[in-house]
């Protein structure tokens, strides 16, 4: 989608995608923490990407782009994978079964002129399923989500195109890859750094290795509120049980 335009207002998903932290291009994949201290949220992690109108039929789905996967499948990291229900008469009436044809009302159009992101790019395309609605659900293919229940993955699938990967469950939207626990100590002084301290497993406190972490300020919505703030962090009552 390109940038508002004379005739409608900037929304609040505009304004913070402007902020580069707030893009997925921001995090390259070659790039992991500590695997000893940072944990993935989950076994399959990745960007929905939403097929064009000319893929809808190889896809049958959403496209996947792959930032975590389980070891066996580590290859896929960086990939893009077909992303589809398992074959199940009951899931296909379920999932199958809530594909809509997309039409914007006027109503529609006035809330998007007003500054409202919807899912614009999904307007006017018929049969949407699920996994097409989630991954265009935003301007941009920024959808991150983690894979839940069982993955069927199919390497080399029978027409020859992309791996697919089947799963029952619908996917959970994210918001990053890794987790860790950690106690806030305080800012840097430099810039949005943060100086934190990890847990240590082996003594059961936050007795493990100190780091720099980022925390940048939040972009303001349309109001002029930020909706989080970091300041004061580590003065949270929170903070001493990370």
């Known amino acids: 989608m390109a940038n508002a335009s004379a005739n409608r207002a900037t929304s609040n998903y505009e304004r913070y995608w402007a902020a ?10 070659d790039l992991a923490p500590d695997p000893a201290r940072y944990w993935p949220i989950g076994a399959w992690i990745g960007q929905l990407i939403l097929p064009t109108v000319a893929e809808r ?38 999932l199958w079964g809530a594909a809509r044809s997309v039409v914007f009302d006027e109503e529609a159009h006035k809330a998007v002129a007003t500054g409202t992101a919807l899912a614009e790019r999904v307007n006017g395309l018929t049969d949407v ?11 941009y293919d ?18 020859g195109r992309e791996p697919i ?35 240590e497993q082996a003594s059961g406190d936050f007795s493990g290795p100190l780091e720099v972490v980022r925390l940048p300020e939040v972009v303001p919505d349309s109001n002029g509120t930020r909706n989080s703030a970091a300041g004061g962090i580590e003065r949270s009552p929170l903070n001493a049980e990370g």
């Open 57 to 94: 039929s190889k896809v049958i789905g959403a496209w996947l782009e792959v930032h975590h996967a389980p070891d066996e499948h580590r290859g896929l990291v960086g990939r893009k994978v077909r992303l589809r229900w398992e074959n199940m008469p009951g899931l296909n009436a379920a």
């Open 20 to 29: 580069p932290f707030n893009q997925p291009e921001h995090y390259p994949l």
């Open 165 to 199: 990967l089947f799963v029952t469950r619908m996917p959970a939207e994210i918001t990053g890859r890794y987790y860790a626990l950690v106690t806030f100590l305080g800012p840097t002084g430099q810039g949005d750094g943060y100086q934190v301290r990890h847990y």
């Open 142 to 159: 920024d959808v991150t989500v983690r894979l839940q229940g069982q993955v069927r993955v199919r390497m080399e699938p029978s027409d």
């Open 129 to 139: 399923n699920p996994l097409e609605s989630l991954a265009g659900a935003h301007p």
